[in-house]
């Protein structure tokens, strides 16, 4: 019998990891240049990775890319129509050359 004497990190890089839902999610929303509805974003990860994730994982993995990994998914609500759809957008980190706020 063995000893657990550490354990090691198992979340390792996510973001860029297409053997999760995190990291299709992240990948998909990082290398489109649209905004994306849920069944969009569920559509091209089962066309980029073969694998089907349903649109309230695809939620929830947003809400933790935006709270865990601090990336810039914006969203907004769609007009129109009974159901409050929202699409989604990532925007690459702002870099100000280290210069700060104007």
């Known amino acids: 019998m063995s000893n657990v004497t550490s354990i ?4 390792g890089n996510r973001l860029t990891n297409p053997n999760c839902q995190h990291g299709r999610t992240y990948m998909v929303l990082r290398d489109s240049d649209a905004w994306l509805h849920l069944h969009e974003i569920r559509q091209a990860i ?8 349903s649109e309230p ?7 933790e890319i935006r709270r865990e990994d601090g990336v810039n998914i914006a969203s907004y609500e769609v007009p ?3 159901s409050k759809a929202h699409v989604y957008k990532w925007f690459p980190p702002h870099d100000d050359g280290g210069k700060g706020a104007a």
């Open 8 to 11: 090691a990190d198992r979340r």
């Open 57 to 63: 994982a695809i939620s929830a993995r947003i809400r």
């Open 80 to 82: 129109g129509g009974r």
């Open 46 to 53: 089962l066309e980029r990775f073969g694998t089907m994730d």
